[in-house]
């Protein structure tokens, strides 16, 4: 009776942790909160909220909100939220590219996460498994972004022109530049402040028993 009851409580405040991120990501994506311009691309913070997901919820919470960014993302294609000078191009060489572009990434991103969370903490502790999640949000979205972006559109006259004849790592090393350095950090410490927070107070599903589990987080 008891073991049931705190389940279905467990199960209440992983939701509402969910909720409370969908709503932080969707008041970021629709605000200057979420996005940081500088040049073509933008520094983004979304991935945070998608971070923080996958280590309270695994997977399934990390693909959901990964889900909405990227759904949040496409819409500024076309004006909505925000407009994205570069989604609007890739918009009308074709749409449906497009939304692919946009949108499997941050989902994978977020799929992704909550696996990479249970696995550094197997080996690791938990306080180390946020920071590196956190990490991980932001490498993996700029990853998967780019990759998406030179494998739909790099014959496209004008990923042509922003390649420039360059090699394709030297010219994705250059593009993402600063953006994705400043992503990397501030998902890395955000992220990890957050997520050891939230494990403290049992937000975050406690790692199996076992006589070589590790934890630096009590």
């Given amino acids: 009776m008891n073991t049931n009851n705190s389940s279905k409580t467990f199960n209440t405040s992983q939701l509402v942790i969910l909720g409370l991120m969908t709503a932080i990501l969707l008041l970021m994506a629709y605000t200057p909160l979420g996005y940081l311009n ?47 000078a570069m989604g609007a191009i890739l918009f009308s060489i074709n749409p449906f590219l497009a939304f692919i572009q946009r949108f499997l990434p941050r989902f994978l991103d977020g799929l992704l996460l909550g696996y990479i969370f249970r696995g ?22 700029t990853l998967l972004f780019m990759s998406a972006l030179v494998l739909l559109f790099g014959n496209t006259e004008y990923m042509q022109g922003l390649i420039g004849g360059k090699n394709i790592l030297v010219f994705i090393c250059g593009f993402v530049g600063v953006n994705a350095v400043c992503e990397m950090v501030s998902s890395t410490i955000l992220t990890g402040a957050v997520g050891i927070a939230l494990y403290k107070a049992h937000f975050v599903p406690a790692p199996a028993k076992s006589g070589r589990q590790k934890s630096c987080v009590h």
């Fill in 120 to 141: 550094v903490r197997k080996a690791a502790n938990t306080s180390i498994a946020c920071f590196v999640t956190g990490f991980c949000s932001a490498f993996l979205n």
């Fill in 38 to 84: 500088i040049g073509p691309l933008a520094i983004t913070f979304n991935v945070i909220p998608v971070a923080i997901s996958a280590i309270t919820l695994g997977p399934v919470g990390g693909a959901v909100t990964g889900s909405v960014f990227g759904l949040t993302s496409f819409l500024q294609c076309i004006g909505v939220g925000g407009t994205s």
